[in-house]
T-cell receptor, first 115, second 114 residues
């Protein structure tokens, strides 16, 4: 168990630019989640995958956001035409769905700053 | 409308004493409740959980109590240690297949003083 890995750890970009983040989940985990956390708040659910299928998207996820999980392994989160309001910590988590309580294993996040 | 609330942004206790962190929720559909701990520059890590069919779950120094009628849960840490100093998030889920899609509170920062 090498844990959930996220890259990059930090990203600074100018407003209007596109950014892409990567998440490598724990290898045997079939579920992968993206959350967003802003200062002083708890993580907010954005979307999740079961294997390669994206099963749910939050209404927080505008059409500038897109997530993929090709082949059910790593995942990418892309933000197009970034806005200052997109500045946040983007957290990836994975879990093993097995029909019972299965907590999230979080990565250390990617901190995005939009200037 | 915030469905999971942690009304105390911070809590300070002396080493060796009990820490009690509280959480309230509004959505009756929540079936699973979890506590996560977060250190600076790290992602949250799972601490303890409870299903709605129970009213107490214990794991070492950590105990979670659930009062469904009051829609309230609490985390007790006894005895508190300086290494417990962190941000604690309460989370709730209505996902019957797991607890992945969770709604989080805004956290309580616990400081344990030596």
């Amino acid at each position: 168990d090498t844990g959930v890995s996220q890259n990059p750890r930090h990203k600074i970009t100018k407003r209007g630019q596109n950014v892409t983040f990567r998440c490598d989940p724990i290898s045997e985990h079939n579920r992968l989640y993206w959350y967003r956390q802003t200062l002083g708040q708890g993580p907010e659910f954005l979307t999740y995958f079961q294997n390669e299928a994206q099963l749910e998207k939050s209404r927080l996820l505008s059409d500038r956001f897109s997530a993929e999980r090709p082949k059910g392994s790593f995942s990418t989160l892309e933000i197009q035409r970034t806005e200052q309001g997109d500045s946040a910590m983007y957290l990836c988590a994975s879990s093993l769905e097995r029909g019972s309580l299965s907590p999230l294993h979080f990565g250390n996040g990617t901190r995005l700053t939009v200037t | 409308d915030q469905q999971v609330k942690q009304n105390s942004p911070s809590l300070s206790v002396q080493e060796g004493r009990i820490s009690i962190l509280n959480c309230d929720y509004t959505n009756s559909m929540f079936d699973y409740f979890l506590w996560y701990k977060k250190y600076p520059a790290e992602g949250p890590t799972f601490l303890i959980s409870i299903s709605s069919i129970k009213d107490k779950n214990e794991d070492g120094r950590f105990t979670v109590f659930l009062n469904k009628s009051a829609k309230h849960l609490s985390l007790h840490i006894v005895p508190s240690q300086p290494g417990d100093s962190a941000v604690y998030f309460c989370a709730a889920s209505a996902d019957k297949y797991g607890a992945g899609k969770s709604t989080f509170g805004d956290g309580t920062t616990l400081t344990v003083k030596p």
